[in-house]
């Protein structure tokens, strides 16, 4: 069963494509958290995570190893006898799903899978149902060791009254990268009947929220070490806010009320249609991925 990999606490991608917006105005750290104010940094011949906590309590987390290459950025303060690191996260879906209303074809539904974007999920399986009633098992898209993976994988057209609710899930995984249950995202589709559905590593894992001490220059996380403080150089601070920072904290832009009447009654408009909102997040064990995958050959 493929997984994704994990080579270090909580690593996560945490930004998307928002318009970035002012951060709130910053705030001095306290003299109990200006010791921990710099850089820290740990790697191997393969792999390199790095730690930035900055004077305005705010923080990055890079990670960066083979083809993976993950941002983090939140807020961090004093607590206890250490500091507390919480990731902000911008809202989101694990399995992004923009739809379509065509005129053509009629009376049926086709899924078009973004291949690139799921390829980083772990045993991504998919079922549609007519009613309400929840599967108790769903079919993978794609077989064990898949690869050389394409942008798209479309499934042949669907009569639409057998897709009013369709299901995405992947497998969970546990500190040790074995997968664990099926998490399952319940959708209704609505009108469209086209749709395009990806994923997002960002939501796949729980936002970061770390316990730090320092101690001799050594930052211990979650009782670890994890590196020698360094200083930061000034050079590097609007570098890291930019590419980290801002586009965890800031909100995303939202539509005018002239654009907003536009997209309700379907006229072209410059904003980009949200994704499909889900329904319901629920669990299921492993034992319900059944049948052969829909997508069994290498493209």
């Not at 104010?37 to 960066?64: E, H, I, K, W």
């Not at 899978?113 to 993978?140: C, I, K, N, Q």
Request: hydrophobic share 40%; net charge positive; charged share 25%.
């Amino acid at each position: 069963m493929r997984s994704t990999p994990s080579r270090c606490p909580g690593t996560t991608l945490a930004t998307l494509a928002f318009t970035l917006l002012p951060l709130a105005a910053a705030q001095a750290v306290t003299p109990t958290e200006q010791p921990y104010v710099g850089s820290y940094a740990q790697g191997s011949v393969d792999t390199r995570a790095q730690l930035m906590l900055l004077d305005d309590n705010t923080f990055c987390f890079s990670f960066m190893g083979g083809s993976l290459d993950m941002l983090a950025g939140g807020r961090w303060k004093a607590e206890g006898e250490g500091v507390r690191l919480q990731e902000v996260r911008q809202n989101g879906a694990i399995f992004p799903v923009f739809g379509k209303q065509l005129v053509e074809p009629k009376g049926t539904v086709e899924f078009d899978f973004h291949g690139h974007s799921l390829s980083r999920a772990a045993s991504v399986a998919f079922a549609t149902g007519a009613d309400e009633a929840l599967p108790s098992s769903l079919r993978r898209l794609f077989k064990d060791g898949h690869n050389g993976w394409s942008s798209s994988y479309k499934l042949p057209p669907m009569p639409a009254a057998q897709v009013r609710y369709f299901y995405i899930a992947d497998a969970e995984v546990d500190a040790n990268d074995q997968p664990k249950q099926l998490r399952v995202v319940q959708y209704r589709r609505g009108d469209a009947n086209t749709l395009r559905v990806g994923y997002n590593p960002a939501f796949g894992k729980p936002p970061l929220d770390l316990r730090a001490a320092l101690k001799d220059d050594v930052l211990q996380v979650d009782g670890s070490r994890f590196g020698t403080r360094k200083e930061l150089p000034e050079k590097a601070l609007e570098r890291i806010r930019t590419a980290c920072i801002r586009p965890a904290l800031a909100e995303p832009k939202r539509p005018s009320q002239e654009e907003a009447a536009d997209i309700a009654a379907g006229r072209a408009t410059s904003v980009k249609q949200p994704p499909l909102v889900p329904v319901k997040t629920f669990y299921l064990p492993l034992a319900a991925l059944q049948g052969t995958p829909y997508f069994s050959d290498d493209k």
